[in-house]
């Protein structure tokens, strides 16, 4: 094994490949060896007691630990008539986000091996991929690797003589950012409006068509084939800090190399920033940055040292989120990104619970108000109020408004001043305001 | 039963409550919008958060939503937090965003329940600069308007019209701040239940369309508590009049019957108390055959010399109260009196009371019909012939998946959560109808078969039950694997449930549903057998009876044995055969008392215009068995008066003879009270409603304290307030003075409190919200066993004589006499249509919606066809109500052919709007 496959088994065959993997490519990395040897030699409890020990968690923004998850399915005689759903979020639409699309565009047999351990794991007869609607590439290489592997027997029926069959289609989004909340994605996929649902029933008891169902993001299944291979202490000594594996790390904005970069779990954010992305762009300062997608709180220079793992940054006021960075820089004016950030959460509202759904477009409209000169004393005040009332987990029916409110309400904490002058000087202070109008 | 604590107040509640519910249960103030006692929770609207805190330590606590938090033993929590008030606040203040400043101009106003809730929460001040969102409203037909742009998006209207009635072409639409709630495109809401929109909308989206044609404040209208006329199941209803004409009927509330929802026929089809066809004067009929108004006192002088040789017949009616009827079998003496059904439904009616009174038969409220956990549904159409007992068989398929939420710890009130958990589970519901019904989509098993196979599948089962080896059957395989799947349901439920009636026309198919009931009786099973019957007072006035059937009455005139008949309240026409009634009454003097012109009043001597429902008090019995009340919203017109009276008067002025018989009959409660003394099984009739009586000061108002405009509204007559009408027979008043009780039970003229003026507001006057009213639910449930045993009445079988033989089938809109005199009704109407099997319409070279000719008795009526394949060869499908002159005896023979004239009527419809 080379140092690369040994520390990188996310993205070491991508990169020894030079971009794509095919399933010859897959197989001679190692590829489906952990699913021949989960159906053949290990009970399906052993394959989630394994993702237990090696402590993987959620890589979708939540970071819920895999295999206490999958640990809820209910097994044997309790499964009643068996019917089982494993569902693959592939719904990536956390701006600036592109890891999942990464994986699936260059290692699709990965993922399905994943998805297969998973559906192995919990018993499930049918796997669904619910991959966003403009990942057409991801798409096609997908159901190829869908076509190779049952070829191969890896999935459908009697997966390698086991005994164990699985299907595995795909199911490509109508297009809604809730679709990635797991609950609305269960409901679209039954081709319901997205919608979250109320829990419980949480969908390890009771989701699609009101069966067992596992949603496991991609980046999350992509991780199993190398616990199942390597183990559980492998797994967890990737990791340089608390939390266990690698995770690929991403940096947008200007910054010299943006890109996405396969590193320990808790790899300091400097190092990110500086080392892989290269530092600022010539001409631009580090004000601040959202750490893992636009749903998650501002960061700013004082959070640089911290590790990039889910306790620091949740400690920091901040979450580990999809762990890819929207680096904000001095040309940016923060009152217009937060008006653009609130437009989107606005628009992606799925209109069921009153906060989210109407209070965003408030916010927004308040937010073009204060950047178009016409905001007004009290302004703050009265997004700070709805900031609290829309933000704090609970207050809504699920945490989209939590996550809208999570950049609006640490700008307002980081960068009140900038809020502060445009009401001042009831016009936009920024002095590249007219020329780079939209902040990403 | 858990103690839970509300801003240091200890409450004991209800185990399994929510914390909302808990809250109300307790009389607390607590704004909400998305939940609905009846549809559950689901956490949408935010508008009911409370802080609700950990432990006795805890101070700062969270803001939890109470629809959706279970009121567990030790809970704390306050409503009165500033954290909450300030968050229900700003709940307000989103939805006020975009919600129109149009109280003034909206029909929703004044009982508003965004209004209340508004106010309640002390959001009064707009901070929002923008601009409000619009949309385009959809036409729904004639009985909704459509104004999107008031919407809250709480939800409640699809939960109600998808989730609780089963309608499929209603849906939400969109995303984010436009969610749009309507139709996929403009179209008649094809739901039968589409009116209770109205109710269920918390604010003016959906309003009533017939009403705002005319339109009234709430406080402005004069209520009284009311009965459903539309058809057996008497629900509970508040009609509301202003200007002497019925405004419109809301529900009122009912825990056992009808809960918070009507249907459509009876909402809408109360109109016809304002129809054009009313009668308002006495009148006499001139040799010429014009219609004279003449003064009541000429038209009594003339009937009572019509009786004067005392040879007098009464024919009486399922649909006038207990008290008419009950007067005119005294007046003419119970030998000479007829309950007024026709002889095939006489006959329906003794199997149904039969069945009923048969031991260890449980006769089931609609909450009973809830709470059934397998259903067997046998020749009855339900949703056409009694659709508020359709919704609730619509309810009792979900008591499985209840079983499962509750095994998967979701409370049964978590309205989504149960619903996603319990996708695969439905309790089974097993039916066998003439053609396909709107219950097709819950039953687990639909057969279509004509109603003497439905009796023999009936037979079937109840072999099976009672393990005994039925005659050898025809039944078909695919018949017997539907009768033994239905067994071994029934067989093994815990609260199994027969559902029958008079709706197949065949006292076979409800023998049939009694025996399957008899056979489930005993062990642990709670049985219960429901027969539907067709009219309001159906049971009622079989259980009064009389001396003879109608064809022996009409035999009898024709003959000469009596020369003057009093018809109560009955449209002949759809009783017996043209050409019979024809020859009876043109040797008779016939003295008709009712409220609507037809083919009786138009072959009437002497016209004696009855007050409707709206305008009388007096009691109906409905399928239950169960004697109810309703009072007078508002008097009626002209020289209208309740029958009962006009037979007193009549009695009266034909002399001391006749006085005699109806001597003490001064008020209702004096012949309700007679009746009970006479007859065993209405003993507790004259418990139905309490004492009239009471002195001015502590009646109860029919009007709300802010009733307005009382001297303007006579102004262009006098601009002297008028004394308001005296009510002597009832303890309400025709005044907004007076007590409302705090302990209602059949009194509530109208649901206001505090601060609640929207029908939300009912919930102030239950045990616990969603319960039963305090002072209990309405009505005296009769005991039908008492029923004097009189002589049985076996309706001959209907000549099957020619080569098709008539099939019943009925149509919620068309099928009811007077629901069909109102405007809106008629609207929803369909076209007349009879229905022959595809192989029968192709040999008679008729395709559908071309015209068929029925002929039988010398009648012919021309139908627009329909083609159903699940039809029986052999038989046309007609439907009660659409053949206009000719009457239909189920299985009678009739010929049938293509009509090549027949021009389809146009929809009517010449503006949309």
Known sequence: MTEDAENKPLSARITAAGGFVDIDAYEQGGGYQALRHAVTAMAPEDVTQTVKDANLRGRGGAGFPTGVKWSFVPMGDDAGDGVKYLICNADEMEPGTFKDRYLMENDPHLLLEGILLGAYAIQAPQAYVFMRGEYHLAARRLEEAIAAAEARGYCGKDVLGSGFSVAVGLHRSGGRYLCGEETALLNALEGRPAQPRARPPFPPASGAWGRPSIVNNVETLCNVPGIIRHGAAWYQQLGRGEDAGTKLFGASGRVRSPGLWELPMGTPIREILYDHAGGMQDGYAFRGLLPGGASTDFLVEEHLDLPMDYAAIGNAGSRLGTGTMIVVDDSVCVVDLSRNLQHFFAQESCGFCTPCRDGLPWLESVLADIEAGRGEPGDLELLDRNAHYIGVPGHTFCVHATGAMEPLASALKYFRDDFEAHIRERRCPHRQHGLRREPI | ?913
């Open chain 2, 1 to 913: 039963m858990p103690t839970i604590e509300v801003d240091g107040v200890r409450y004991e509640v209800r185990e399994g409550a929510n914390l909302l519910q808990a809250c109300l249960s307790q009389g607390l103030d607590l704004p909400y919008f998305c939940w609905h006692p009846s549809l559950g929770s689901v956490g949408a609207c935010r508008q009911c958060a409370v802080v609700q805190y950990k432990d006795e330590e805890d101070t700062q606590g969270k803001l939890t939503m109470a629809c959706m938090t279970p009121a567990a033993d030790g809970t704390r929590l306050s409503i009165d937090a500033d954290e909450a008030v300030g968050f229900r606040a700003s709940v307000i203040e989103w939805l006020m965003l975009n919600h129109p400043h149009d109280c003034p101009v909206c029909e929703e106003g004044g009982e508003c329940h965004l209004q209340d809730m508004t106010v309640m929460t002390g959001h009064t001040v707009r901070r929002y600069r923008g601009r409000k969102r619009t949309f385009r409203n959809q036409y729904l037909g004639p009985l909704l308007n459509h104004e999107m742009n008031r919407c809250i998006t709480c939800y409640r209207c699809v939960r109600f019209y998808r989730d609780y009635a089963g309608g499929r072409d209603f849906d939400a639409f969109g995303s984010r701040d436009r969610m749009y709630f309507g139709r996929a495109e403009d179209g008649v809401l094809e739901s039968e239940f589409a009116g209770n929109l109205v109710e269920v909308c918390p604010t003016g989206v959906f309003t009533d369309k017939p009403f705002s044609r005319t339109y009234t404040r709430k406080w402005d209208l004069t209520s009284a508590p009311s009965i459903c006329h539309g058809c057996g199941v008497g629900c509970n209803t508040l009609p509301g009049e202003r200007y002497g004409a019925l405004k419109r009927v809301h529900n009122r509330y009912h825990s056992e019957i009808n809960g918070y929802f009507l249907c459509d026929r009876g909402r809408f089809g109360a109109g016809f108390v304002n129809a054009d066809g009313r009668l308002h004067s006495a009148g006499l009929r001139r040799d010429d055959g014009s219609f004279d108004p003449v003064p009541p006192d000429e038209a009594l002088r003339r009937a009572a010399a019509a009786m004067a040789n005392g040879r007098v017949l009464g024919i009486g009616s399922p649909r006038a109260s207990m008290e008419s009827n009950f007067a005119l079998a005294s007046l003419v003496g119970r030998e000479q009196f007829c309950s007024g059904f026709a002889d095939y439904q006489a006959g329906l009616m003794a199997a149904v009371v039969e069945a009923m009174a048969g031991p260890a038969i449980h006769v089931p409220t609609l909450q009973d019909v809830e709470a059934a956990d397998a259903v067997l549904v046998l020749g009855e159409d339900v949703a056409n012939t009694a659709p508020r007992l359709a919704l609730a068989l619509r309810q009792s398929v979900r008591n499985e998946s209840f079983a499962a939420a509750a095994d998967a710890s979701i409370p049964v009130w978590q309205d989504a959560g149960v619903r996603n958990h319990g996708a695969a589970y439905r309790s089974p519901l097993y039916q066998a109808a003439v053609l396909g019904t709107r219950l097709d989509d819950i039953a687990e098993a639909s057969v279509c078969c004509p109603p003497e196979t439905a009796a023999e599948l009936g037979e079937r089962v109840a072999d099976q039950l009672g393990q005994r080896s039925g005659a050898d059957t025809a039944l078909s395989d695919d018949l017997r694997d539907f009768a033994a799947a239905a067994a071994q349901a029934l067989g093994d439920a815990k609260r199994p449930l027969i559902i029958s009636g008079t709706g197949s026309g065949s006292a076979a198919v409800i023998r049939a549903a009694a025996a399957v009931a008899r056979a489930l009786a005993g062990g642990e099973r709670d049985v219960s057998l429901c027969l539907n019957v067709p009219e309001c007072n159906s049971l009622g006035a079989h259980l009064l009876g009389g001396g003879m059937t109608l064809a022996e009455a009409l035999t009898s005139l024709e003959q000469g044995e009596a020369d003057t008949v009093i018809v109560l309240e009955n449209e002949l026409s759809r009783r017996a055969e043209a050409g019979r009634l024809t020859a009876a009454v043109e040797r008779a003097n016939v003295i008709v008392v009712d409220c609507q012109e037809g083919w009786t009043p138009e072959h009437a001597d002497v016209v004696l215009p009855a007050a409707t429902f709206a305008e009388s008090d007096g009691t109906w019995v409905n399928y239950e068995g169960r004697a109810q009340r309703f009072y007078r919203v508002f008097p009626g017109r002209g020289d209208c008066a309740p029958a009962w009276q006009w037979l007193t008067r009549l009695a009266r002025t034909a002399g001391q003879e006749f006085a005699e018989r109806l001597a003490g009959f001064e008020h209702v409660a004096d012949v309700t009270a007679a009746l009970a003394r006479e007859h065993a099984v209405f003993a507790e009739a004259d418990d139905a409603a309490p004492e009239a009586g009471l002195p001015a000061g502590l009646r109860v108002p029919r009007q709300p304290h802010r009733y307005s405009g009382r001297t303007a509204m006579h102004a262009h007559v006098s601009v002297h307030e008028p004394r308001p009408p005296a009510d002597t027979e009832s303890p309400l008043a025709f005044s907004m003075e007076g007590q409302q009780p705090r302990d209602p039970g059949v009194l509530l003229p109208f649901s206001w409190a505090p601060g609640w003026n929207s029908n939300q507001s009912v919930y102030k006057f239950q045990a616990e919200a969603g319960g039963a009213l305090r002072g209990g639910p309405a009505g005296v449930r009769l005991d039908v066993t008492r029923a004097a045993a009189g002589r049985r009445v076996e309706a001959p079988a209907a000549a099957a004589d020619r080569p098709f033989r008539a099939l019943p089938l009925q149509d919620v809109f068309a099928s009811d006499e007077l629901s069909l005199h109102a405007a809106a009704i008629r609207q929803r109407a369909a076209q007349p249509y009879a229905v022959l099997a595809p192989a029968d319409a192709q040999g008679l070279g008729i395709t559908a919606g071309s015209g068929v000719r029925v002929v039988s008795g010398g009648v012919t009526v021309s139908l627009a066809a329909r083609i159903d394949p699940t039809m029986v060869s052999g038989a046309v499908g007609l439907v009660e109500g659409m053949t206009k002159g000719l009457f239909v005896e189920p299985g009678m023979g009739v010929d049938v052919s293509a009509d090549p004239d027949y021009v389809p009527p146009s929809d009517g419809v010449i503006a949309r709007g």
